[in-house]
Structures are given as structure tokens and as C-alpha cells.
């Protein structure tokens, strides 16, 4: 027999369209080299060094884990590269890390309440890795033996051969795996997978070695090499599917076809907290990991009082994603300011609106909406019909912000129990009584 | 400077890398034996007749053993086996983990993670129809 030479199978690579199919489709990464310094003009981005430079210590502090739950704002006018920067910062990420980016106006839908699309929008950027481990025999048939009882009745016994590069061995088989190789029509020569666990065949594609067996053979014959090392080998592979997927699995029978159709719907807060509830033992277990990713909102803007109130909430989880905003206003009215106070049935003067955009810029923009309610109510008191700056400034001073009651609070601590300089004292006092 | 430097780094990792290849080798040539003493196994389960003995060979020698030991035997033996090839799987993790750290790569993820089978597959079914 003449040697046949070795063939190595091909590596299969994907050729990436080199073309300009959306704007942002040339950006790779952000273009940094190893110190986290932005070159000029590297990986499709051009420019903005400093922004990038900003950008890359974010990144760095997302690989490490050490920024999920906080939020990043990008602010420019039109033009100046702010979703080319998250683009950038996405590229950059990789596939392991969970990216969804959407524009605020997206939000505003029919079918959805603008709650439920914000948070299938941060639970799409919460990944979770597992891991499945099976053990598989693989290798190439070298003889197929069934044996049919004589007697007509009874059970089929039968020998598989099976080798690689490395060894060979003789398995017995039962019965049932004896049907499953008829079914798989596999034969000599063919380079075959054998599930221990399940016990199912799969047929990876014929031995080169084998290819002049035939002078003609099918159109769908594969041809690969003969499998190499053990037989029996441990496969383990880990994947890493965001909260939102396993959320459409589980709350409709067929959820899966609703992942292509995008037509979610709104998903039951049972199902979220089951899921929640499992994602949670699982990690206790050791099962799982969460991947905390990023949510990029464009367009920020858009959102109302509403949904920054959400967000704030959402923020404070303890699985949640890093979110970028970017927008191109500067500081403007929040949209609903003026609807919330509508809402309250408060009307308020404008330069009481003016104070309270102050004050939600120096404490937070939760204590400003409280501050609303409150201000409405001493407004009320003193019987006007509008909130003026006196009632901002009442509720003020009635109701303190984190900041002003942490510093209240060290200010006076003497005058609390078990504080820590009085201890020493009050232990000289309890041994000298 | 920079020479030695380089020289060390090239011994390091090409002996990481030997370390590696080194240990899937152990890996067949266990599994080798967990086949033949499977085999083995099968051999004398289909042929005996219990109470006689049986011929078997322990490495360079032949032995003659009742039946029922040399079953004991093989299944001790092919415990012991399972139980180092999941060691040595074991440690090729912790030998890659080193020679990536060594190369500079990110660490491979999830892999010292439980393994959950089932539900993974019911997860990755209905992700990928």
C-alpha cells in the first residue's frame, strides 16, 4: 500500500468584512497600547486622547470587577466620538463580557412599560458563566461485531473496536447501544463520539486514512483525521448567558423563538425572583459566576425623572452592570421635572425650580424629588398655591441629605452611647466603683 | 541586561510548556491502562466459571488466581486509576493557569466552576434553535 501522506485539516478562519456597513463599524478598540496611552490613530479610532485615556482606566477597572454598579457619563456635543468611544470600549471587552447598547429614546414603546425596558435592559448586560463537564469516548471504528442470538429471540450482543493514533480497545455492547449504532449507520472507518453519560453516538466524519476505501462516496462525506491521545477524554466547556436570556427561557414554554422575534413582552416578577433565587444559589454552590457587563445608554437625555429614579434604584443591586450615558445636552432640566411636579399637583415658582436643580446637583437627585413632596406639603400649610423658595427651604432644613447628616452626626457623637472615645473613660469609671 | 533577561523568561515558559506536555502524556498512557484493564475486566466476566481459577498477568508475571480475587484485582484497580486521571486533570489545569500567567494571557474563566450539566444543556438547547 503506498503511504499516504499526512494531511493536516485546514484551520478555519472568518474572514471579517473589511467594509464600512454602519458608522461606527471600523472601530476595533479603543486604540491603547500597553500602558493604557492612546497612539494617535490605532484600531479605527482617530483623536480624542484624552477621553480614551479615561476610557482605558475604566476599562481596566471593568475587567477587574471593581466599578459594576457605578455609572459613567459622557457628555460632548454632536459629533465628538461618544458612542465611537463605547463602540471602542465594547470591541475592546471581548465577547466574555456582556455589551448592550441602547438609545434612550428606545424606551418609549407600546408594548412595554418604560420600567420593564430598562430592566430587561440592565438584566441583558448581567452575564452568568456556567460550566458543563462530560467525559466522551472518541476515536475511529476499526470493526463493528453484532451477533444475533440463535435461538431468534433475545438480546443482540455485540464488539466495537475502536482506536486513535495512540491505542486501541475492545468495548462490549448492550443492547440498546447496539441500536443506536445501527441507527448511526457507522461502519469502519468512521471517527465517532460516544457520550458516557447519555449514552448518544455522533458521527464526526470518516478517516482520511479510509478516504480510498471507496471510488465514490456522498456528497455529505466528511473527511477528518483519526483522533489523537485518550479515548476516553474529559470535555468541559463554559458559556456565559446574560440574566435576560434565562429570563425569556423561563417564562414562556416556546421563550426561545421570542429571542429572535424580539417580542419579549413584559416578563412576570416571579419568574425574575425565581431565577434570581437560583442564579443565587447556584454562585453559593460554586456553580456559577456573575459577569457583571455594561449597559450603554446614548441619548440620556431622553429619559424622565422616572427613569433616573429607576436607574438609581437599579443601581444599588447587588448584581448590576457598570452603565455609560452619554448625551449631548449640557446641564438642562431633567424631562418630567415639570410633570412631576404636575403629578404632585404642586405648582412651583421659578426660581424655586431653579434652587431645587442646585440643590439635586450638590446632594442627589432622589433627595430633590423627595424634597418635592415635602416642599408641597408646607406649601400647602401655609395655604399659597404654589411652592416658593421659602418651602425648598423649610423642607431643607427639616429633612437632611446623606452628606449633612453623616457630618451632623460625627459633630455630636459624644453626646451618643458606646462611643468610642468615651469608652476609656467609662472603663476607668466602672474599676475605681 | 535585556539578553539574560529574555533567556530566563524562554527557560521559564518552555518549561512550563514541557511540564504541560509532559502531563497529557501521563494522562494517555493512564488512560491506556484503564482500557486494557477494563478489557481485562470484561474478559474474565464473560469467560469464568466461579470457583476456578484463572490466568493473569500482573505486569512481567503470570499468576494463577481464583476467579473472584482476580475481579476484586482489576476493579481496585481501575478505582485507582479514575482517581489519578482526575488528579492529573487536575494539576494540567493548574500547569496551564501557571504558563498563561507566565505568557502574560488573561486567565481561562469559569473553569473552577462546579459543573452543572443538565440544566447547561437545557440552557444552551434552547439558546441555540
Known amino acids: 500500500m503506498a503511504a499516504i501522506p499526512s494531511v493536516k485539516v485546514a484551520e478555519v478562519r472568518e474572514f471579517s468584512r473589511i467594509e464600512r456597513i454602519g458608522t461606527h463599524s471600523h472601530i476595533r478598540g ?189 456528497p455529505q462525506t466528511r473527511f477528518v483525521q483519526c483522533p489523537e491521545g485518550e479515548l476516553q477524554k474529559r470535555k468541559e466547556v463554559t458559556h456565559t448567558v446574560t440574566l435576560h436570556e434565562i429570563d425569556v427561557i423561563n417564562s414562556r414554554t416556546q421563550g426561545f423563538l421570542a429571542l429572535f422575534s424580539g417580542d419579549t413582552g413584559e416578563i412576570k416578577s416571579e419568574v425574575r425572583d425565581q431565577i434570581n433565587s437560583k442564579v443565587a444559589e447556584w454562585r453559593e454552590e460554586g456553580k456559577a459566576e456573575i459577569v457583571p457587563g455594561v449597559l450603554f445608554i446614548d441619548e440620556v437625555h431622553m429619559l424622565d425623572m422616572e427613569c433616573f429614579s429607576f436607574l438609581n434604584r437599579a443601581l444599588e443591586d447587588d448584581m448590576a452592570p457598570v452603565l455609560i450615558m452619554a448625551t449631548n445636552r449640557g446641564i438642562t432640566k431633567i424631562r418630567g421635572t415639570k410633570y412631576r411636579c404636575e403629578e404632585e399637583d404642586a405648582e412651583m415658582q421659578e426660581d424655586a425650580l431653579l434652587v431645587l436643580t442646585r440643590l439635586s446637583m450638590e446632594t442627589s437627585l432622589r433627595y430633590a424629588i423627595q424634597l418635592i413632596t415635602v416642599a408641597n406639603l408646607i406649601a400647602r400649610k401655609r395655604k399659597a398655591m404654589e411652592i416658593a423658595v421659602e418651602d425648598i427651604k423649610k423642607a431643607y432644613s427639616l429633612f437632611l441629605d446623606e452628606t449633612r447628616s453623616t457630618q451632623y452626626l460625627k459633630d455630636i457623637q459624644d453626646e451618643f452611647m458606646f462611643n468610642e472615645e468615651d469608652e476609656q473613660q467609662s472603663e476607668v469609671a466602672m474599676e475605681t466603683a | 541586561m535585556d539578553i539574560e533577561k529574555t533567556q530566563q523568561f524562554l527557560i521559564q515558559t518552555e518549561t512550563a510548556a514541557q511540564e504541560i506536555l509532559i502531563t497529557k502524556d501521563e494522562l494517555v498512557a493512564l488512560d491506556f491502562r484503564r482500557q486494557k484493564t477494563r478489557e481485562a475486566f470484561r474478559a474474565l466476566k464473560n469467560d469464568m466459571i466461579p470457583g476456578e481459577k484463572a490466568w493473569m498477568s500482573v505486569g512481567n508475571m503470570f499468576v494463577k488466581t481464583r476467579t473472584l480475587k482476580a475481579q476484586n484485582l482489576l476493579e481496585r484497580e481501575m478505582k485507582e486509576l479514575d482517581k489519578d486521571i482526575s488528579d492529573l486533570h487536575n494539576k494540567l489545569k493548574e500547569q496551564v493557569k501557571m504558563l498563561r500567567d507566565l505568557e502574560g494571557k488573561p486567565e481561562l474563566k469559569g473553569f473552577d466552576l462546579q459543573p452543572i450539566t443538565k440544566e447547561a444543556d437545557i440552557i444552551m438547547k434552547a439558546l441555540s434553535k
Open chain 1, 30 to 218: 479603543l486604540g491603547l497600547d500597553d500602558a493604557l496611552e492612546p497612539r494617535e490613530v490605532s484600531q479605527g479610532m482617530v483623536g480624542q486622547l484624552t477621553a480614551r485615556r479615561a476610557s482605558g482606566v475604566v476599562l481596566e477597572m471593568i475587567r477587574e470587577g471593581k466599578i459594576a454598579g457605578r455609572a459613567v457619563l459622557i457628555a460632548g456635543q454632536p459629533g465628538t466620538g461618544k458612542t465611537a468611544i463605547a463602540m471602542g470600549m465594547a470591541q475592546a471587552l471581548g465577547d466574555n463580557t456582556p455589551f448592550t447598547s441602547m438609545a434612550g429614546s428606545e424606551i418609549y414603546s407600546l408594548e412595554m412599560s418604560k420600567t420593564e425596558a430598562l430592566t430587561q435592559a440592565f438584566r441583558k448586560s448581567i452575564g452568568v458563566r456556567i460550566k458543563e463537564e462530560t467525559e466522551i469516548i472518541e476515536g475511529e471504528v476499526v470493526e463493528v461485531q453484532i451477533d444475533r442470538p440463535a435461538t431468534g429471540t433475545g438480546a443482540k450482543v455485540g464488539k466495537l473496536t475502536l482506536k486513535t493514533t495512540d491505542m486501541e480497545t475492545v468495548y462490549d455492547l448492550g443492547n440498546k447501544m447496539i441500536e443506536s449504532l445501527i441507527k448511526e449507520k457507522a461502519q469502519a472507518g468512521d471517527v465517532i463520539t460516544i457520550d458516557k453519560a447519555t449514552g448518544k453516538i455522533s458521527k464526526l466524519g470518516r478517516s482520511f486514512t479510509r478516504a480510498r476505501d471507496y471510488d465514490a462516496t456522498g
